[in-house]
């Protein structure tokens, strides 16, 4: 078994992410709405989680110990345990915080959300008329008891309620079962503003308003909320042989038959009544976890703001890149410099203008593409499209096996391969999550130059507004050949290809990684300086921590900005005291990999796809790329050292676990919108000025 002295188990580090989150809302210097937004984001966190994390730890607590017990910082069972008591704490801080201060501030704002309290007479009309003329149709009431009645399915994140029913004749206990239909209607429905007021009512308290007219030869004695998670992984990690797109298709469509991870259920229930829905929906008592009133809080998402823009955060408005937007093309303009954008503090269309022109460029012959997650409505993917009706060669490597965007990439997959794209479907038993483009244009002279798009996010317009990520366009030409070795491998699977610029799992990463970390250990060993900045989601691989660990006890001082998982234990004497570990949560998904190393003044400095995870860097195909020019370097170094002294959303991962809030200095530092601001200044002047931001 892995020491647990050395290594934070990663579902318990994850659930100290999501308990950051939560912090996040009940920070009143954040505006109410983005508050209600982090209770959503919060909930859907946790909902991803058991459909994945603790669907796959139930399992694993059945099976063979002797077999998986290597793999786990804490014995499976005690580990699941240890999660579900994590869970059930930040459960209550939820509903406390939700509560206590959400719902009292929103009324101070003349905006009432009814919970659990009498609709007042106003609204009593509108209430009965939308459940009447929207709702009803959608509803289907299964009475549960009785010998020859079986137990309805219950659909994988669905609203339901199980209602206590007494028979007005014969005073027979009856249970009843009740879809919610949030799929159709949304979750919540604007009433009347009344007194000044405005009003916000969930359409479960308008169908319980109203469950007298469903039962009506029955009293209702009592409505209960419950929700059922299924394992929603689809266990094509490994697959290595056969029709991938066949089995995934098989797959997706049994999604919502996996079985159950947990089973929500009003806390105010009845005894009788869970032992009933117990054995009928054949549950096991692992199953159960308590909650309240009211699930599926991720939909908060969409209560509306009837007072916008006020109570939310002020509008970043997306900042133009000078030197695309004064260059007649992008590719001119990267024929003079290396172009990095920030999103989404850049505007994303400069992304989506690389891939316009190339396709209506008469000298661009050649376009190749990763897609991992495309966007349901993809600007770039109908570039593409338009490339190959265009006459261009165009390939794309889709990649299947993207957790929960299966179906939409094979979607999008077939829709390019009718328009006569070459498409590239996954590698069995590898998972290729680099982010990486590549236009091959004629000269003038005849030769071919590339043009490479490196990314550390996905080719995804929608998320690119709310995940922070980078991407450096370039035409160097060493690195896009490299890159279009990566391609040809990927469309072959022959020669391997060799690496002297790009870091590319399955190839030179761990490696290259490894010997920059020893190039820091021995300038620390000669009495030098020793310095490595990481920023990733993920830290987990216990090899690449070891290693860092050996770094800290060499004196080599280690800074680490780590979204989410880090099973690296900071701050234990005579092992890791000289690393620290940041977390940032704030408006925006921080979603980029940054690597840097001082090598005596020398920077190596990388970005990328890769996070620090087994999966990235042994079971992957990801690409991580120098960033060799002074100017983009500056940028990257500016954000590094923004983040490092942030004081406001930063909070210190310390020896516990713990999310300690970093204290704040003399003035306040907000890493995202300071580095949004610096980049707006840097715009402004159109020029980038020499030198190097030191790093405090």
């Known amino acids: 078994m892995i020491d647990s002295s050395k290594y934070f188990d990663r579902d318990v580090s994850w659930l100290s992410f999501n308990r950051r989150v939560l912090m996040e809302a009940a920070n009143t210097s954040v505006p109410l709405y983005e508050r209600i937004k982090f209770l959503a984001i919060y909930s859907s966190n946790l909902d991803e989680f058991f459909r994945v994390r603790v669907a796959a730890l139930r399992s694993i607590v059945d099976i063979d110990k002797k077999k998986i017990n290597k793999r786990f910082t804490i014995k499976p069972k005690r580990l699941l345990q240890e999660v579900l008591d994590e869970v059930n704490l930040q459960q209550e801080e939820f509903g406390r915080i939700k509560k206590e201060m959400i719902l009292p501030e929103l009324k101070k704002n003349k905006i009432i959300l009814y919970r659990n309290e009498p609709i007042i007479k106003e609204h009593k009309r509108a209430v009965e008329h939308y459940f009447k003329s929207k709702i009803l149709s959608y509803l289907q009431p299964v009475i549960m008891t009785g010998e020859k009645s079986k137990a309805p399915y219950l659909d994988n994140r669905a609203l339901y309620f199980a209602i206590f029913l007494e028979d007005k004749i014969t005073g027979v206990v009856d249970y009843a079962h009740l879809n919610i239909p949030t799929n159709h209607l949304g979750r919540f429905v604007e009433l009347p503003k009344t007194n000044d007021y405005f009003y916000y009512i969930a359409i479960d308290d308008?169908?319980?308003?109203?469950?007298?007219f469903l039962f009506p030869n029955h009293m209702v004695k009592g409505c209960y909320s419950i929700k059922l998670n299924r394992d929603a992984d689809l266990n094509i990690e490994d697959e290595y042989s056969g029709d991938l797109v066949k089995k995934i298709r098989k797959q997706i469509d049994k999604r919502n038959l996996g079985v159950p991870s947990r089973f929500l259920y009003d806390t105010t229930m009845p005894k009788e009544l869970l032992e009933f829905l117990v054995k009928k929906f054949e549950l096991e008592e692992d199953d159960l976890v308590p909650g309240?009133?009211?699930h599926n809080m991720y939909d908060l998402f969409n209560l509306q703001n009837p007072l916008k823009p006020v109570l939310e955060n002020?509008?970043?408005e997306p900042i133009t890149k000078a030197c695309l937007e004064e260059s007649p093309s992008v590719f001119n303009a990267i024929d003079q410099e290396d172009v990095m954008l920030h999103f989404p503090y850049h505007n994303y269309d400069y992304v989506l203008r690389f891939f316009n022109e190339a396709a209506l460029d008469a000298n661009v012959e050649e376009i190749k593409v990763t897609f991992y997650r495309i966007a349901p409505e993809s600007?770039?993917?109908?570039a593409l499209i338009s490339a190959a009706n265009n006459g261009k060669h165009v390939t794309v490597f889709v990649e299947i096996k993207a957790r929960f965007d299966e179906e939409n990439n094979l979607k999008w997959a077939e829709k390019m391969e009718r328009a006569g794209i070459k498409i590239i479907y996954s590698i069995p038993g590898l998972k290729v999550h680099a982010k990486v483009g590549l236009v091959c244009r004629r000269q003038m002279d005849g030769a071919i130059k590339r043009y490479g798009f490196f990314g550390t996010g996905n080719f995804n317009e929608k998320t690119a507004t709310i995940y922070a990520d980078e991407a450096l366009l370039t035409c160097n030409s060493e690195m896009t050949e490299e890159l279009d070795n990566v391609f040809e491998y990927l469309y072959k699977k022959e020669e391997v290809p060799h690496f002297n610029h790009l870091l590319v799992s399955q190839f030179n990463i761990t490696d290259r990684l490894t010997a920059m970390?020893?190039?820091e250990i021995r300038h620390a060993m000669a009495g030098k300086k020793g310095l490595i900045i990481l920023k990733l989601n993920n830290l987990q691989d216990d090899v690449m921590i070891d290693k860092l660990y050996e770094a800290s006890q060499a004196g080599v001082k280690i800074e680490l900005i780590i979204r989410?998982?880090?099973?690296?234990?900071?701050?234990?004497?005579?092992?890791?005291?000289n690393i620290t570990v940041r977390r940032?949560?704030?408006r925006y998904l921080e979603h980029s990999r940054v690597f840097y190393f001082y090598n005596d003044g020398a920077e190596n400095l990388y970005q990328g796809s890769a996070d620090w995870m087994k999966r990235n860097l042994y079971r992957r195909i990801e690409v991580v790329f120098p960033v060799y020019k002074e100017g983009p370097k500056r940028e990257i170094m500016k954000m590094l050292e923004l983040q490092l002294k942030d004081n406001t959303k930063a909070c210190l991962i310390n020896e516990h676990l713990q999310n300690v809030l970093v204290e704040n200095g003399e003035s306040e530092i907000q890493a995202q919108v300071d580095?949004?601001?610096?980049?707006?200044a840097e715009e402004s002047m159109s020029i980038n000025e020499p030198g190097k931001i030191p790093l405090q």
Request: charged fraction near 25%.
């Open 206 to 212: 308008i169908i319980r308003e109203n469950l007298g």
């Open 517 to 519: 970390i020893d190039q």
């Open 314 to 316: 002020e509008y970043l």
């Open 675 to 680: 580095f949004y601001t610096w980049l707006k």
């Open 564 to 577: 989410a998982i880090c099973c690296l234990r900071p701050g234990i004497k005579g092992l890791s005291e």
């Open 584 to 586: 940032i949560v704030d």
């Open 292 to 294: 309240g009133r009211y």
């Open 379 to 382: 600007f770039i993917s109908n």
